[in-house]
Structure formats: structure tokens, C-alpha cells
T-cell receptor, first 112, second 114 residues
Framework: SQTIHQWPATLVQPVGSPLSLECTVE??????LYWYRQAAGRGLQLLFY??????ISSEVPQNLSASRPQDRQFILSSKKLLLSDSGFYLC???????????FGDGTRLSIL | AQSVTQLDSHVSVSEGTPVLLRCNYS??????LFWYVQHPNKGLQLLLK??????LVKGINGFEAEFKKSETSFHLTKPSAHMSDAAEYFC????????????FGAGTRLAVHP
């Protein structure tokens, strides 16, 4: 069966520091991969998606970037964090077509 | 354009009573629709999906939803609420385009009282 792993579960970082969040999927090949951010008490905002290695599409201009160095690995990064980057970050995967996405347990990022 | 409207931001029920979470959608084609549940500080878990097969869809944990094209609705129901059902629920529609983009509703927070 397929599983998705995100880490760390929680992270506290100072303003201006770098960021790297990692997500890996097991049990499937060539998945679509997604990064979302969920602000407190709000819905999900799609940040990036990827349909293959090295293929990244950005949904909103921001202080973050994403990379997909391997088929089942998706990384969210920032060179300098802003206070507004705080939130709950979720990684998800899906197969092709109108199929549901499957989510990891998320990373709670707090910027001080 | 596709969109989703969850008609209630908060719903409160007593344990053992029925649950109704309302969702209306707008789509220019025949959509796929999903309901997800999110417990505090957790990711989203798929409850059920509609993908143009049977209009009454059964999901996990006793939930079900009925797709009504004439009303453009996809309401989530459960006959008897359990304390563990307290969570945030999201109605979702797909935006076709190969990369399976999802359009999320704003969410409904379900509270279950003893």
C-alpha cells in the first residue's frame, strides 16, 4: 500500500533563517506531488505541484520554492523565512486523472 | 469555473443524533467530488469520493454523501454522531487539467456534544 511521510512534525525557526521540509511517498511510481499551506482557521492554499522529476509549477508568488530531485521526493525550501510563512504545511500525492489526493500528517511551522 | 461552497462554517450536534454537512458546487463539466476530514494538527483523510458512478456514495466511519446534479449539491451525512467525529470537514471538487488540481471549500467545523 502507498504511504506518505512528512518531516519534521513541528518546527520553530527565526525570521531570516532557511527552511527545508521534506516529503516522500512509498508504494507508487510517478505520482503527482503537491505542497499546500493552511493558515490558522482557514482552508488550504496550493503552493506547488509536480507531475514529474524536475517539473515544478508554482501557484502563487511567494518566498518559497520547491524541488523534486527524485520520483517520490518533494522538498519545500526557503532561503530566508518571513513571519508570514508561519502555518501548517501539507504534502500530498495522487495518481493521474480526477483521483483524490492523499495527504501527509503535515508540518507545523512557527516563525519567531 | 469550478467552485465549492460549504454552507455552514460550524455545526454542533449531540452524540447519537444525525449529522448533515452541506456542500454546493459549481462546475462547467461533470466533476469529481470528495469529502475530507481533518483532525487537529493532522493531515486530511479522504472520507469518500464521487466519480460519476453511483450518486449515493458510502465512505468510511459510517459517512455517506449524495450527488444531486439538479441541485448542484453533495451533502455529507451520518445517521448517528460519535464523539470522535468532531473535526473539520472539507468538500472538494476537481479542476480537470492533468495535474488533478483540487478546489477546496472553506471547511465546516463539526462539534459533537455528549
Amino acid at each position: 500500500s502507498q504511504t506518505i511521510h512528512q518531516w519534521p512534525a513541528t518546527l520553530v525557526q527565526p525570521v531570516g533563517s532557511p527552511l527545508s521540509l521534506e516529503c516522500t511517498v512509498e508504494g507508487t511510481s510517478n505520482p503527482n506531488l503537491y505542497w499546500y499551506r493552511q493558515a490558522a482557521g482557514r482552508g488550504l492554499q496550493l503552493l506547488f505541484y509536480s507531475v514529474g522529476i524536475g517539473q515544478i509549477s508554482s501557484e502563487v508568488p511567494q518566498n518559497l520554492s520547491a524541488s523534486r530531485p527524485q520520483d517520490r521526493q518533494f522538498i519545500l525550501s526557503s532561503k530566508k523565512l518571513l513571519l508570514s510563512d508561519s502555518g501548517f504545511y501539507l504534502c500530498a500525492w495522487s495518481i493521474q486523472g480526477d483521483q483524490p489526493q492523499h495527504f501527509g500528517d503535515g508540518t507545523r511551522l512557527s516563525i519567531l | 469555473a469550478q467552485s465549492v461552497t460549504q454552507l455552514d462554517s460550524h455545526v454542533s450536534v449531540s452524540e447519537g443524533t444525525p449529522v448533515l454537512l452541506r456542500c454546493n458546487y459549481s462546475s462547467s463539466y461533470s466533476p469529481s467530488l470528495f469529502w475530507y476530514v481533518q483532525h487537529p494538527n493532522k493531515g486530511l483523510q479522504l472520507l469518500l469520493k464521487y466519480t460519476s458512478a453511483a450518486t449515493l456514495v458510502k465512505g468510511i466511519n459510517g459517512f455517506e454523501a449524495e450527488f444531486k446534479k439538479s441541485e448542484t449539491s453533495f451533502h455529507l451525512t451520518k445517521p448517528s454522531a460519535h464523539m470522535s467525529d468532531a473535526a473539520e470537514y472539507f468538500c472538494v471538487v476537481t479542476l480537470s487539467g492533468g495535474y488533478n488540481k483540487l478546489i477546496f471549500g472553506a471547511g465546516t467545523r463539526l462539534a459533537v456534544h455528549p
